[in-house]
């Protein structure tokens, strides 16, 4: 491949994802005009921070280069069953976004991508970026009929394994791109290749092997957000040893009608309906020995899942255990309303430890009520812990970009022409990283700017 062959100053029709064996979802883009072609940005994760991000500096002009990851976008939120305050499914935000997507040339995409190296600096960076192989490409419809022949089942990541995919599979239901991808690590390839045979639209490309390409870009975003603190760590608690003690985000995924159990709270023990559930905060969160800081969200999440189990049963309790409640601003009116019902108690007080009664298989969760003085404990189907979001980068930050400890991205400038946004600069709800990346999209804008770039947005292999 001609290393120059492809760039957005070409006046031809250019289907930049053409040279990427298909397995890209970059659509086709003809010439745009002028001095827009100067100014590109790349966007590193597709969450809602990098989306928005994206599609702000695409729909003012500038050419956007959109690397995740994953073999979709959404990051977190496309695993949300609801969003706190109006527990509306975040699906619908997302579609929004997903179509503002599709309908802008501007919005160049690469799933399954990851950034290698990052030289240069503001106005004229050199990047290169690696996509792995979806082995599905573009003619692809979603038909399924492959998932009916692959002998090969793999744990479902996107539900914290909790089901399983075939080794073909589409990440969930609602992904975009609506693309399947075989899982690499697990295919049988050549041994087996009865989704080849199967698929009607010649889609499946066994062959298909990693491309690396370089990106010309004049600012960068880094929103690369965060993940679930792993809740194995915290020995006390249960998780791992009891299969009914569960995270914060496996409660997401269980609530969720596409979720592992079509939306119904259980015991994953033996699949009876969950009647007592115990929300147990701050699991690792303020605790030097693992996450030393509160992660803001973690108390709003369970007081919205209260409300998941509520709605499945009318004699349905939940217990919060908390240390300090936190709602700020106006989440303290939905905070309110969750504790209203007489059926949600809050206790203060730190869970000590967990453990099973071996007749019944209940979980017992002993604490410290800390208003009365008095040990508590409280018999439930299933414990949720509320643990943290820590930072997604834990070595992968690029060289120069400054970061805390706890290697969240400074909210400044975090090294010259690269800026973060939303949850890669700390843990935030979904209003605040949608609204700090449109302004990150605006200092990425006003960077290329101030430095005067003419630099071309090009793709070069
Ligand atoms: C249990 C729980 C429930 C929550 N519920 C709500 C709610 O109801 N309402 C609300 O407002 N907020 C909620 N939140 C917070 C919400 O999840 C975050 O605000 C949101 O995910 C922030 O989006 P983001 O884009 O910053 O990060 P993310 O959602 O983490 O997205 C980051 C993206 O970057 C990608 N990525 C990471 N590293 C790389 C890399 N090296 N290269 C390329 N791509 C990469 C990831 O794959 C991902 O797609 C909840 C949080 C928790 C813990
Ligand atoms: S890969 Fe082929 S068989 Fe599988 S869903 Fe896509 S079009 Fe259908
Ligand atoms: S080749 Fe891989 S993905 Fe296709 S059916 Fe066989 S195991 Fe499944």
Known sequence: MDHEQETLHSSRAIRLGSHLNGHTSVRATSEPSGSSLCR????????????????????????????EKEAYLGGRVAQLNKYFPKLCPPTCGL??????????????????????????????????????????????????????????????AFNFGMDTTKAIYLPHLMAFPLKYVIDGSVCKFQECAKCVE???????????????????????????????????KIDNLGFGRYSDVISNMMMERMAAPNGPTQGRIVRPSDGKPAKNVVFVQCAGQRDENHLGYCSGICCLASLKQAT??????PDAKVFIFYIDLRAPGTYGFFSQKVQADGQVSTIKGKVA?????????????????????????????????????????DEGIPAGVHHD???????????????????????????TAAQDATAAALKAMGAIRSHGARVAARVVE
């Open 198 to 232: 199967a698929c009607p639209y010649e889609a499946i490309e066994l062959a298909m092997s990693p491309q690396t390409f370089r990106l010309k870009v004049g600012a960068i975003i880094m929103a690369t957000g965060w993940k679930p603190y792993e809740a194995a």
């Open 95 to 156: 579609e929004i976004n997903f179509q503002r997507i599709r309908n802008n040339r501007r919005v160049h995409l690469y799933t399954l991508a990851e950034v290698q190296s990052i030289s240069g600096g503001p106005g004229n960076f050199d990047v290169t970026v690696t996509q792995h192989s979806r082995y599905v490409n573009d003619r692809c419809t979603g038909c399924d009929k492959c998932v009916a022949v692959c002998p090969v089942d793999r744990p479902n």
């Open 308 to 313: 998941y189990v509520r709605e499945q049963s």
């Open 40 to 67: 590109s940005i790349l966007v590193v994760g597709g969450g809602i921070a990098g989306i928005t991000a994206a599609i702000e500096a695409a729909e003012t002009g500038y050419e956007v280069f959109l690397v």
């Open 353 to 393: 430890k967990i453990i099973q009664d071996p007749s019944t298989r209940d979980l017992i969760v002993e604490a410290e009520d800390i208003l009365s003085g008095e040990k508590i404990r409280v018999h439930a189907d299933l414990v949720v812990l509320a643990t943290g979001m820590a930072a997604s980068l």
């Open 405 to 431: 400890k706890d290697h969240f991205l400074l909210p400044e400038e975090s090294a010259p022409g690269i800026f973060a946004a939303g949850c890669a600069r700390g843990p935030v709800d979904v209003a």
